[in-house]
């Protein structure tokens, strides 16, 4: 499932990030140096360096921005969430061609060990700022194509195959981090997701009813039994 989370970030802290991935002195290596084995063939990008200090704030920034979204929590159900990342894609270094993520990755920040079952991306960069840039995955369904407004992210499978197509112009900046989810399953985490917006879409037009406490209990009951906390 691809899910789109529009204004992830408030105006106030797109600035704030912006600011500072965009300043003269932010640290910038090469990203392949956190590559695994089979990626490091096809990345072409740079990463911020994960103990410097804007990095330490920009991570504060979007983990409180993903703990207070209801359709995050809702689609993904996260159990960990592996400390952001943040990117940037421009000049010579411009592409991460088809790869996969590993499926457990050691989080320095929080020094644990987290499994990639959904992905997030996150967009700094407005779609004018630069050319090319989408992110393709590769899902059930074929090929998507996302490039997203500021301040949006995107949720998908972490069992996908896919690629940050080159930046022909400007630079692209983002975030992108993993979570481990409380239902290992992408299915059964689909239907728990599809139950609970229909729930909330039967309130919005008929308000509380019988049926609706019912299916709630169901819903709940469901994530009960699939949980793992
Ligand atoms: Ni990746």
């Not at 089979?38 to 921005?65: C, F, I, M, P, Y």
């Not at 088809?98 to 644990?112: E, F, M, P, T, W």
């Not at 949006?152 to 900046?173: F, I, K, Q």
Request: hydrophobic fraction near 40%.
């Amino acid at each position: 499932m691809l899910l789109h989370l529009k204004n992830l970030l408030t105006a106030d802290e797109l600035a704030q990030g912006r600011a500072l991935l965009m300043a003269a002195d932010a640290p910038w290596i090469d990203g392949r140096r956190s590559a695994g084995e089979q990626a490091v063939h096809v990345k072409n990008n740079q990463q911020l360096v994960q103990d410097s200090a804007s990095a330490a704030t920009l991570r504060e920034l979007v983990l409180g921005a993903l703990k207070r979204d209801p359709l995050l929590f809702s689609a993904a159900l996260p159990k960990k969430i592996f400390n952001p990342l943040f990117n940037r894609y421009g000049d010579a270094a411009n592409y991460y061609g088809a790869h996969v993520d590993g499926a457990v990755l050691h989080s320095r920040a929080s020094n644990q060990w987290v499994r990639t079952d959904v992905s997030c991306t996150l967009f700094f960069s407005h779609p004018d700022e630069y050319d090319g840039g989408e992110l393709l995955v590769h899902d059930t369904y074929g090929e998507q194509r996302v490039k997203l407004a500021a301040g949006d992210a995107v949720l998908y499978p972490g069992t996908s195959v896919h690629e940050v197509r080159p930046v022909t112009r400007g630079a692209r900046l983002g975030s992108f981090l993993w979570i481990e989810s409380m239902v290992r399953s992408d299915e059964r985490r689909r239907l728990l997701f599809e139950m609970d917006m229909a729930l909330l879409a039967l309130r919005q037009r008929h308000g509380e009813s019988a049926e609706a406490t019912r299916l709630t209990g169901v819903y709940h009951n469901l994530l009960r039994q699939w949980a793992d906390t």
